[in-house]
């Protein structure tokens, strides 16, 4: 294909190049009306329609595209507007259809172009927006298939043909951004991270001839295949992966995921790819993609650090890995889970005590009147039950260390059953349950009371054994600290009565229930003002006037949080002391919402989403995150009556 290589509207690559490297010529209302006339002309989208959401755009306070002003009334779908891209070119400039398909914010093009116009174009836009993380380059290289008419690919290493690869240097192919794919009827299909360089293309050229169809593809999937073909120094066998290269994949993910302060690795065997994500601030993000073909001998490295069964690929298995690193001097605990699926074992590693320290209780994020109760009516009393609830990766393993930190002194004997044992304290005795020997949850139960304790934690209480053991205990008066499974406060409590455990026995040992999760941080670096959206309003039960003089904020996204428009995490609590109504109400066995309803009129109970909505109405957590990961009990109180409550 020549440099002017004609495309299927009839337009040249050069003209497309237009489109792509610079700014804003169509007007958005252009862009949305040339992407309704698609959907019109598919019979996905009616005049009808199409006048009305126009009405409603009109209307609207906070500005938004046509697009999804459709999407939003349901007027189309995902799929169709999917569909009549895929069928039909667009000749909006790049940065008008990312913004108007709604995954480019109007301030981060004119920042984009800005940046542009600096290197005196020395780069495209599209390079700019990705190479500054506006955008990440799959979204970037589909939308720019859409306005081609090209195919996007996620090159799969298993599908690229070894006989048309072996005829190009792979020095060339890294040099220039694209890599052959398979060749058919005489034509080799060809993908590239950029169609529109006149120098890729002719490289190409020279090697294929003009008989090539293009594909659009990511730059690092491409450098990523090449730099597998490297790696295993042949391109005719994706299995020749000798044992030095699989164990500089798995090292170089423990290595990547300490510095990224990730808290689980997921290695998870796809139909066509082994898929690795890293959970950072309590989110999954795809780290990168492997072929298939190293799924088996990956999960072999892994059992063998681990002490697995290296043979059985039928069962499920865990383990432990203590991981020294020779880069970086550390030492990485990890906690190994092996799990069968219909494509092969996905391993889950969790990261435990990566950062080797504790917090102390003053930093966990309690705001100070709940944090001054929390210590006088339930971390300093002498005896009874305080129960840490939560889903997993809550943080309740934090919190429960935090109060034993607090509470070990000279004068205590603290003593642990915990599986496993994630933090090291000096001073207590800290037991790590271990079945495959018979160390048993049951047998170091039954044990733990005969070590003369003041205090008793207990990892988590995970059956009615082990909830009736720390009733028990502190009947004897024991302090006994544990966790729990349930999404608020009340839950606890409710559950430890489905467990059979008697009322009265509830009421008069457990002594607080603290429900906690974790929210991400704004960014502050990169943090903006937000107005709440009506949806949301509506979700709360709050009117405009109500939310008026608070500091909502979301993170734009910059260099400092990676681009996520997050920093960090921070607790969000709810605390239940069980007071004499609350313990009556208990006996009574009334339902969850008179339990709940009398704990906030006499308790001072604040809910989970009050202290989520206090933290987002400061800046600190973004209100969608709020709303999204909280639970939703019933219309929270008003913003400065939650402020009084919480001392803030």
Do not use: W
């Not at 229930?513 to 979700?539: D, F, G, N, S």
């Not at 006037?545 to 997050?566: A, T, V």
Request: charged share 25%; proline share 4%.
């Amino acid at each position: 294909m020549a440099n002017d290589a004609i495309i299927p509207n009839g337009k040249s690559l050069q003209d497309k190049a237009l489109l792509t490297s610079s700014g804003v010529a169509v007007k958005d209302a252009d862009s949305g009306s040339e992407i309704a006339a698609l959907l019109a002309k598919e019979g996905f989208l009616s005049p009808q329609n199409l006048a009305h959401a126009k009405r409603v755009k009109s209307k609207l306070s906070s500005p938004k595209t046509l697009t999804s002003v459709l999407q939003e009334l349901g007027f189309i779908s995902k799929e169709q507007l999917r569909d009549a891209l895929l069928k039909n070119l667009v000749s909006v400039r790049i940065g008008d259809l990312l913004v108007e398909l709604g995954h480019l914010k109007p301030a981060d093009l004119q920042a984009a172009l800005g940046i542009q116009k600096e290197s005196n174009g020395a780069k495209r836009l599209g390079e700019v927006l990705v190479d500054n993380r506006f955008i990440d380059e799959l979204t970037f290289a589909e939308t720019l298939a859409f306005q081609l008419g090209f195919p996007c690919l996620d090159v799969d290493i298993a599908a690229i043909d070894r006989s048309i690869l072996s005829r190009v240097p792979l020095q060339t192919l890294s040099d220039h951004n694209f890599i052959p794919i398979t060749a058919k009827d005489g034509k080799v299909l060809v993908a590239f991270a950029d169609p529109l360089d006149a120098q890729d293309r002719a490289v190409a050229e020279k090697i294929f001839g003009n008989s090539m169809d293009f594909a659009i593809s990511t730059r690092k999937g491409i450098r990523e295949a090449i730099a597998f073909f490297k790696r295993s120094g042949t391109r005719t066998d994706t299995t020749a992966v000798d044992e030095n290269t699989i164990m500089g994949i798995v090292n170089a993910l423990f290595e990547e995921a300490v510095k990224e302060a990730v808290s689980d690795i997921h290695i998870e065997p796809m139909k066509d790819r082994l898929r690795v994500r890293f959970r950072r601030d309590g989110v999954l993000l795809l780290h990168k993609d492997f072929p298939k073909e190293l799924a088996p001998p990956i999960s072999s490295r892994i059992k063998i650090l681990a002490e697995a069964d290296i043979a059985e690929r039928r069962r499920h298995q865990d383990g432990r890995i203590l991981y020294e690193s020779d880069q970086n001097g550390f030492t990485l605990d990890l906690r190994v889970s092996f799990y069968v699926t219909i494509y092969g074992e996905k391993i889950v590693l969790r990261l435990l005590n990566k950062k080797g320290e504790l917090l102390d209780i003053k930093d966990i994020g309690m705001p100070p009147r709940m944090l001054e109760r929390f210590l006088d009516d339930a971390v300093d009393t002498p005896s009874g039950v305080l129960i840490i609830t939560g889903p997993t990766g809550s943080g309740k393993t934090s919190t429960l260390y935090s109060c034993v930190h607090h509470m070990n002194n000279l004068n205590t004997s603290i003593i642990t059953a915990e599986d496993p044992v994630e933090y090291i304290i000096d001073g207590i005795s800290q037991c790590s349950i271990n079945t495959k020997i018979g160390v048993t949850f049951e047998e170091t139960l039954r044990h733990i009371v005969r070590q003369d304790p003041d205090i008793i934690v207990l990892g988590e209480i995970r059956d009615t054994f082990s909830a009736e053991t720390a009733i028990q205990a502190a009947l004897t008066g024991h302090k006994v600290l544990t966790t729990f499974h349930t999404e608020d406060s009340i839950g606890g409590l409710l559950r430890l009565m489905n467990m059979n455990i008697e009322a009265f026995l509830i009421s008069s040992t457990v002594v607080c229930v603290l429900a906690q999760r974790l929210l991400r941080k704004v960014c502050p670096h990169c943090a903006e003002p937000y107005i709440p959206t009506p949806t949301e309003l509506r979700r709360l039960g709050y009117g405009n006037e109500e939310l008026k003089g608070n500091e909502f904020k979301i993170g734009r996204g910059c260099n400092h949080c990676r681009f996520s428009g997050y920093r960090g995490r921070v607790g969000i609590f709810e605390m239940l002391v069980l007071n004499e109504m609350v313990k009556d109400a208990i006996l009574s066995k009334k339902t969850s919402y008179e339990i709940r309803r009398i704990s906030t009129e006499t308790s001072g109970l604040v809910t989970l989403m009050e202290s989520g909505l206090s933290k987002a109405a400061k800046g600190l957590v973004s209100l969608p995150d709020a709303i999204r990961m909280l639970p939703r009990l019933g219309k929270p109180r008003p913003l400065n009556e939650i402020r009084r409550l919480l001392g803030e």
